[in-house]
C-alpha cells in the first residue's frame, strides 16, 4: 500500500521554486482608495447627490481598507471605520471595480454571496453614487 501512495503522490524538491512561482502574473492594483476619493470630491463639489441620509461602513477586502461615507446634509467621506455605521456593504476590491464601472449590478453581487450587507439595507440605493467613477477607477 505504501508503495502505491508513494507512486501516486509525486513528492516536489521545496528547496528550488517551481516553474509556475517563477513567471509571476501582473498585480491588479487595489481600487477602494481613488473610488472613494473620487466620491468624495463628487459629493464636496456637489456633483453628486443622493436622497439616501445615513452612513455606510465599506469593507473591502483583498486588500483590506474601511471606508465610512455620510450621506445627508453634510456629505463625507473618510477612511476609518463608522462609529455607527447604518448599514455595513463587505465587498472585495476587484467586485467593488467591477460595480463602479458598471460591470456588475448590485443585486448580481448580493446573489453571489460577493456583496455582504449588514444593517438597513434601504441605504442599499446609495451604491448607484459609485457607479460611473470608472474612469478613475479603470
Keep these: 500500500v505504501r508503495a502505491a501512495l508513494d507512486a501516486a503522490v509525486s513528492v516536489r524538491d521545496t528547496s528550488q521554486?517551481?516553474?509556475?512561482?517563477?513567471?509571476?502574473?501582473?498585480?491588479?492594483?487595489?481600487?477602494?482608495?481613488?473610488?472613494?476619493?473620487?466620491?468624495?470630491?463628487?459629493l464636496a463639489a456637489g456633483e453628486l447627490t443622493s436622497e439616501v441620509r445615513g452612513?455606510?461602513?465599506f469593507n473591502v477586502r483583498n486588500p483590506a481598507a474601511t471606508w465610512a461615507v455620510s450621506?445627508?446634509?453634510?456629505?463625507?467621506?473618510?477612511?476609518a471605520s463608522a462609529a455607527a455605521a447604518d448599514m455595513v456593504i463587505g465587498i472585495d476590491d476587484a467586485d467593488l471595480q467591477k460595480l463602479v464601472a458598471g460591470e456588475v449590478q448590485v443585486?448580481?453581487?448580493?446573489?453571489?454571496?460577493?456583496?455582504?450587507?449588514?444593517?438597513?439595507?434601504?441605504?442599499?440605493?446609495?451604491?448607484?453614487?459609485?457607479?460611473?467613477?470608472?474612469?478613475?477607477a479603470a
Design 107 to 136: 443585486r448580481d453581487l448580493y446573489q453571489r454571496g460577493s456583496l455582504r450587507v449588514d444593517g438597513d439595507i434601504r441605504l442599499i440605493g446609495a451604491l448607484d453614487l459609485m457607479v460611473g467613477l470608472e474612469a478613475v
Design 55 to 57: 452612513v455606510i461602513q
Design 17 to 42: 521554486p517551481s516553474p509556475e512561482k517563477t513567471s509571476a502574473a501582473p498585480t491588479r492594483q487595489a481600487v477602494a482608495s481613488t473610488v472613494f476619493g473620487a466620491l468624495s470630491e463628487g
Design 71 to 79: 450621506l445627508g446634509d453634510r456629505p463625507a467621506v473618510k477612511q
